[in-house]
Structure formats: C-alpha cells, structure tokens
C-alpha cells in the first residue's frame, strides 16, 4: 500500500514539477546504509577543500571528510540547525565558490538535473554524484523507480549525456550497491575546459 502511494504521489510530482517535501523532512527516510556512499565521496575529497553537500539529509559526508574542509550543507528541508534550505527543482542554489559540489541520492530526484549539474559547475571544478543507474529500462522498471519516489529513469548512455550536455567529465565510478534492474554509482567529475 505504501509503495502504491508512492508511484501516485512520485506521479503527481512529476505532473506538477514539485519536490518531495514530506519524505525529506521526516528523519525516518534517511536510511543509515546512506553512509557507504558517502564514505566513497569522501575518499575523493582532498585536505582543506571547501565542499557545498546539497541534500545533506544528516551531514553523514561532514564527519568523513579529511582535515581542514570547510562543510556547507543544504538541503530541501535541512534535518539541523546551520543547514541552508534550498529547492533545486525551483532553480535554487546556495551562493559560493567550491572546490566540490557534492549530490548524493539527489539526482534522481530533479525533474532538470543537467540545469542542476550545470548550475554547479559555475561553482566548482568538481562534482560527486550518486546515481541508481538503469540496467534495464522499461514500464515495469519506470514503475518500480516510481515506487522508490525518482523523478527521472537513466541508463549508462542517459546519464553519460546528462553530464556532457552540463559541463561535466566523468573520470573514475564506484558501484556500492546493484540488483537484477539497477547498479547504484558513485562518479566523480571534473569540469570540462570551457570553450574560448
């Protein structure tokens, strides 16, 4: 009954071009199996880097970064206090420069996620995202991501053009998780040269 709710809610989000508010702001969907992808991020963050954490959810990145990084956290609807409340899907964008811009279990859920990629790469030279990436593509697969609340369905080629058409070079992917219909990544980015 609740996955069913979900497909309907995810639907009318898609209709309407809206975030998932109440999912977001209730604790209990931030799951703590959360932290392997976020531990993968953070192996890629260098000492003393300034890093802007967008959907922060419980900062869970902020205790696993190396020395001497300056944290900025944001979030749809932030978990804690000093978090900056953004909706990356009314174009919003926190203010800054940075060395990263971290996405983690974020992508999935932006009805313009290369306007969202390519907003950040105004504001970093790097870029770590995390993405349920489609094996197969399809209804019965469109339903089920659907039921897991995505807005959008991207394979390999998909998601490969999402970041070329942004501004982004994939260089290394790290799977953490995979089923029989979706491998969960983690990609580090760099931006690419901007033409002269």
């Known amino acids: 009954m609740i996955r069913a709710w979900r497909e309907l809610s995810t639907g009318l989000l898609i209709f309407t071009r809206g975030s998932d508010r109440a999912r ?11 932290e392997t992808r976020a531990a993968l991020a953070a192996k890629w963050i260098a000492p003393r880097s300034r890093v802007l954490d967008l959907g922060c959810g419980r900062m869970r990145l902020r205790d696993m970064l190396p020395p001497g990084c300056i944290y900025t956290p944001a979030d749809l609807e932030p978990l804690s206090p000093g978090v ?5 899907n009314r174009r919003e964008f926190p203010n800054g ?65 999402v ?17 029989e219909t979706t491998r969960q990544d983690v990609f580090l980015c760099r931006a690419q040269a901007l033409p002269s």
């Open 24 to 34: 977001w702001s209730n604790a209990a969907s931030h799951r703590p199996e959360w």
């Open 163 to 179: 970041f070329a058409e942004s501004g982004w070079e994939v260089e290394p992917a790290q799977a953490y998780n995979e089923d």
């Open 84 to 88: 900056q409340k953004v909706d990356l």
């Open 97 to 161: 420069s940075y060395d990263y811009v971290v996405l983690l279990g974020v992508l999935g859920y932006l009805h313009e996620p290369a306007a969202v990629l390519h907003r950040a790469r105004a504001h970093a030279d790097r870029l770590i995202v995390s993405y349920k990436v489609a094996k197969k593509r399809g209804r019965k697969t469109q339903r089920r991501r659907w039921r897991d609340g995505y807005f959008n369905d991207f394979d390999d080629r998909m998601l490969a053009d």
